[in-house]
């Protein structure tokens, strides 16, 4: 496991104009072929330029994010990094470019893509699954040893289970990873037969029972459920019979002519 190197020596040089237009005046400069973008840095007063589509596309193949190219507005050449590419989400196009001034004498932190690379013997010989859990790694270095890559060599994996950690990579006098040493890059595991035959849901059968009956668990006393309907049904009578005995008998009168 090494880093690659980047593709080419030379250095990547890049025409940029200043520009004065924004927002929707933008589409001016994209229908004449060119691309507006950024330059930013720290102890650097950030420009808006624009470039040539063509130029950056070509030198974009070769620099990615990790090389270095040198941005040339005016009578000025700016050592940049791409630190980041926007496109339209339906046609690809490029939209705008955002460049990030180094100072080539002051290491960076910047991201750089994982490579696999090799054979497994787990996977070929023993039907393991191999998974890529990261696809970057965190890497500082001065901006000219930045790696193009850093390469990951499964060959090391041999069993079902076995994993690669960032504590693994080989060390390198040119840069450092900056990463927790055992976060996992890369692992195998036990491939999973999948089954042929749809899984359906079936609905369980309703289960009919005699009745449960009295004196059995789960079953409520008949003398509770009895006494309750008699109490509902006594209840109205009581209050007749209350209403019978507050009724009061009429009075005897004496027979007319008589007195007592």
Do not use: W
């Not at 624009?50 to 990790?66: G, H, I, N, P, W």
């Not at 960076?108 to 090799?118: A, N, Q, R, S, W």
């Not at 001065?142 to 079902?160: F, G, N």
């Not at 209050?239 to 004496?254: V, Y």
């Amino acid at each position: 496991m090494a880093a690659q190197s980047k593709h080419t020596a030379v250095k990547l040089h890049l025409d940029a104009e200043a520009r004065t237009l924004f927002g929707k005046k933008l589409k001016k400069f994209r229908h004449q072929g060119k691309v507006p973008a950024n330059v930013f840095g720290p102890k650097f007063k950030s420009q808006s330029v624009t470039v040539e589509l063509k130029d950056f596309s070509k030198t974009y193949r070769v620099a990615e994010e990790t090389g270095i190219i040198y941005l040339k507005v005016g009578k000025e050449e700016i050592p940049v990094l791409v630190r980041d590419v926007q496109r339209h989400p339906v046609n690809n196009k490029l939209l705008h470019v955002d460049f990030r001034k180094v100072d080539l004498t002051q290491k960076i932190e910047t991201e750089v893509p994982v490579k696999v690379v090799g054979e497994s013997e787990a996977v070929t010989q023993k039907s393991g699954v191999l998974l890529t859990l990261s696809n970057i790694v965190r890497v500082e270095a001065l901006p000219a040893e930045i790696p193009h890559e850093v390469e990951v060599d499964i060959a090391a994996l041999k069993e079902i289970g076995n994993e690669i950690k960032v504590s693994d990579l080989p060390k390198s006098d040119k840069y450092t990873v900056k990463e927790e040493a055992d976060k996992v890059l890369v692992s195998v595991i036990a491939h999973k037969e999948e089954s042929l035959v749809a899984e359906t849901a079936v609905a369980e059968p309703e289960v009919i029972t005699e009745a449960v009956k009295e004196g059995e668990e789960g079953a409520a006393p008949e003398t509770e459920v009895a006494e309750g309907k008699d109490a509902k049904q006594a209840a109205p009578a009581e209050k007749g019979d209350k209403g019978e005995k507050k009724e009061k008998q009429p009075e005897a009168k004496p027979p007319a002519g008589k007195k007592e």
